[in-house]
């Protein structure tokens, strides 16, 4: 395949209002995730391990965060003369305001869908964690002539399903049907907000879309011709998380004190591409003692450690002691503090002998730069 | 071509024969060190952070992975329209080459490469040190000062001066005698292997050298030597921080344990003066339930089991439960598996211990003339229950139980 003939869309505002307070200052796709990762790291790794090195990113709103993040798109490889990363912000397209629903998102990226001059393309939600194989998704595609194909997963329960989209197929894996129920359970098929589509027939189905009036792809494309679209599925077998509510992104965390998790997500073969710091190694100290701990680089570690996800350049000052939390990067834990169930944003200062607690169902989360 | 100030010119062609099975297979500038660096990023680092954004790169023993880990410079923001970093291996030309024949001839074979960007000043450096050093302080002197040359040096112990090349200088810091390796040192200035100069004298006696068939080409031995006697002005320049030469098993195995000493100061990620590197894009690194970390440095890409004690573990390192790790260097890749004991160690890039294996010694439980560092190589596969005695080279696979 030439390396054009498939390109990627992100959509960075993805479920943003799922995650609180965690997104009032970035959007979903720079959200931290796992250690040294941000939500987009997932998306782009996946398309460019799949050969796709022309991506679009459509923004919305708070994407500062997100540019920073990006740079030139070197870290993904994606610095490219051919192709590359192209931030896609807010298009004025019918008067000065942000778009609602992907349906005009596109639209408003219409100029990148004509200019791309690639037969395919795929959309990626930018609330996603895997290592998705998108390769073989186009492969299937292809091999299947399909109009559109929806990558799905399935085992996963969703509590709060809102806008996702459940369906079944039959035996050749072509969708049967779709529906929007409020929760997913575990033997449903759900969309894990991964579509491959003919660009051509994007461009028309979007056009036609924006001129009635829908918004969402799932429910105003997907939905709507089911039966008269060759529309089919390709199963995720892996790890996924969609970043539903602040549970799910907490769980979600925490799974990769799994191995199995780990193994999957981080598969060799399909790396997991991010922004380089150039931390030096985690240096432990005396006192240190982790546990069941997921570190990234340039963390100072003198006190207790177990549960937790500790990002880059943590420092954890002696007698201090994190239990079951997500500590963001540059946050600095002063001694004899105790944390328990918090997650702590990037940068927060915990002074010496504080306890912060919150509760296993309900992560208490401490925003950007606060000093406590 | 845009006029450069200073060009660096680093000296990497050296084979590094005294690090044996670490440089068997790459140039001594591309060992591993530290968790997630190599050699070179010192002297690369320190060039950028000091201002200097054209360096040539002197390539001459095997280059492949030197070359590869360099790319195009952008690691340490030397990917530059105008300068940059550049390769620079031997070359032929209408009249035939040559490799280079000393530290000198490499740089006189490149005197068109320097002459391109039409300096003032040259700096030589080498990649056989770790420090953190801001050479435009250097250079600001040697201007200060109207020498022809401005030597680093460092104070060391009289007892070690005989290990090192020594300026004998006047109260104001000018040079009036280089030894090498004196019986009887008369001062403790060390040479550090930096050199600023002049463009046009250090051209000068590049030529006079190149033209001279006694000569071995080379700063040390030649080039200050000669300067020196027809009086010109070479001055030292006084570094008082951590610098340290890894040119032995023990110095490359003590240089990365400074790293865990609170007293010495090596932080690599200083903002002001962060030391940059190639680094893999490898996952966190997980430490189980059941593993023991204290006073060691990990790096990305690790999963800890088992015990771990002043060391330092290199990216996607993995340590099986119930192994101990004391005192010892995990480079890349390498595995660590159940039971095994290494002590007193490196272990090179994706070599294997095996189960209940072990490697090295403690320091206490043999006679001092028998202790040493002992060094797995890379790829090397040590097998289970296998064991290796203190001050070993190991370069070939240890059978199942055998005892070295």
């Known amino acids: 395949m030439r390396p054009s003939a498939v390109s990627g869309i992100i959509f960075a505002n993805s479920r943003d209002e799922a995650v609180g307070r965690m997104t009032n200052f970035r959007s979903m796709a720079s959200l931290p995730f796992g250690g040294r990762y941000r939500i987009i790291d997932f998306c782009l790794s996946n398309l460019v391990n799949a050969g796709i090195t022309n991506v679009g990113i459509i923004t919305k709103a708070n994407y500062r965060s997100l540019m920073d993040h990006i740079e030139s798109g070197a870290f993904w490889d994606l610095d490219r003369k051919r192709g590359g990363v192209h931030l896609l912000p807010p298009f004025n397209i019918s008067g000065a305001r942000r778009y609602h629903g992907y349906v005009e998102a596109l639209y408003g990226a219409m100029d990148f869908l004509n200019r791309c001059n690639s037969e395919y393309i795929v959309l990626c939600d930018g609330c996603v964690v895997a290592n998705a194989d998108i390769a073989s998704a186009v492969d299937f595609h292809i091999n299947k002539n399909a109009d559109i194909t929806v990558v799905y997963r399935t085992g996963e329960k969703v509590r709060k399903a809102k806008n996702m989209m459940a369906m079944t197929i039959d035996n050749d894996d072509r969708l049967v049907s779709v529906s929007f129920p409020s929760e997913i359970s575990s033997d449903e098929l759900s ?22 009036g829908g918004r969402n792809i799932d429910v105003d494309i997907i939905a709507d011709r089911v039966n008269d679209l060759k529309i089919y599925g390709f199963r995720h077998n892996g790890f996924s998380a969609i970043m539903t509510d602040m549970k799910a992104y907490t769980d979600a965390n925490m799974s990769l004190l799994n191995k199995d998790v780990r193994t999957d997500l981080f598969n060799p073969k399909r790396r997991i591409m991010t922004k380089n710091r150039d931390d030096m190694p985690t240096r432990y100290g005396t006192r240190a003692d982790v546990k069941n701990s997921f570190v990234a680089d340039g963390c100072v570690i003198d006190g207790e450690v177990s549960g937790s996800i500790l990002f880059r350049g943590v420092t954890v000052k002696k007698g201090a002691v994190i239990k079951n939390s997500i500590i963001m990067q540059d946050c600095i834990i002063g001694e004899n503090a105790v944390l328990n169930d918090v997650i702590c944003d990037k940068s927060v200062t915990v002074s010496n002998n504080t306890m912060i607690k919150g509760t296993f169902d309900s992560a208490l989360y401490i925003e950007k730069n606060q000093e406590l | 071509m845009v006029r450069k100030k ?5 000296l990497a062609g050296g084979q590094g024969s005294r690090l044996g099975v670490l440089t068997a297979k790459i140039a001594k500038p591309a060992v591993p060190y530290g968790g997630k660096y190599r050699i070179i990023d010192f002297p690369l680092s320190n060039c950028i952070n000091s201002g200097i954004d054209t360096v040539g790169i002197l390539t001459q023993y095997k280059p492949l992975e030197l070359n590869d880990y360099i790319g195009s410079g952008k690691a340490w923001d030397l990917d530059r329209l105008s300068g940059g970093v550049h390769i620079l291996p031997p070359y032929q030309g209408q009249k035939g080459g040559d490799w280079y024949k000393g530290t000198a001839n490499a740089i006189y074979q490149n005197i068109e490469f320097i002459e391109r960007y039409d300096p003032e000043y040259v700096l030589i450096l080498s990649g056989d040190h770790i420090y953190k050093m801001d050479y435009s302080k250097m250079i600001n002197q040697h201007v200060k000062t109207e020498a022809a040359c401005t030597i680093a040096v460092l104070e060391v112990p009289f007892d070690e001066a005989s290990r090192f090349g020594i300026m004998n200088t006047n109260p104001d810091g000018s040079i009036y005698e280089f030894e090498e390796k004196p019986k009887n040192p008369k001062s403790n200035l060390a040479s550090m292997g930096i050199y600023v100069f002049s463009w046009d004298k250090l051209k000068k006696y590049l030529m006079q050298d190149e033209n001279n068939a006694d000569s071995s080409n080379d700063f040390g031995k030649n080039i200050i030597p000669e300067m020196l006697n027809s009086g010109e002005k070479l001055q030292v320049y006084r570094f008082a921080d951590y610098w340290k030469d890894v040119g032995t098993i023990d110095s490359l195995w003590e240089a990365n344990l400074d790293l865990l000493n609170p007293r010495i100061d090596l932080n690599l990620s200083d903002p002001n003066w962060r030391i940059y590197s190639r680094a893999g894009q ?66 090179a890039e994706n070599a294997v211990v095996g189960e209940n294996a072990e490697v090295g010694v403690l320091p206490e439980t043999v006679s001092p003339d028998e202790f040493g560092i002992s060094v797995v190589g890379d790829n090397i596969n040590i097998g289970a229950g296998a064991k290796v005695g203190p001050k070993e080279m190991i370069t070939e696979d240890v059978k199942e139980g055998a005892e070295i």
């Open chain 2, 282 to 347: 490898f996952a966190p690194q997980y430490i189980s339930d059941e593993a023991v970390v204290e006073n060691s440095l990990i790096t990305d890409g690790c999963e800890v089991y088992g015990n771990l004690d002043y060391s330092i573990l290199f990216e996607n390192v993995t340590v099986e439960p119930g192994a101990q790790v004391d005192y010892s260097l995990v480079m890349p890749g390498a595995v660590i598996k159940k039971g095994a004991k290494v002590r007193y160690s490196i272990i």
């Open chain 1, 191 to 212: 969309s894990l907000g991964i579509l491959i589509f003919k660009r051509d027939l994007l461009i028309e189905l979007v056009n036609n879309a924006y001129e009635n």
């Open chain 2, 6 to 10: 200073c060009v660096a010119m680093l």
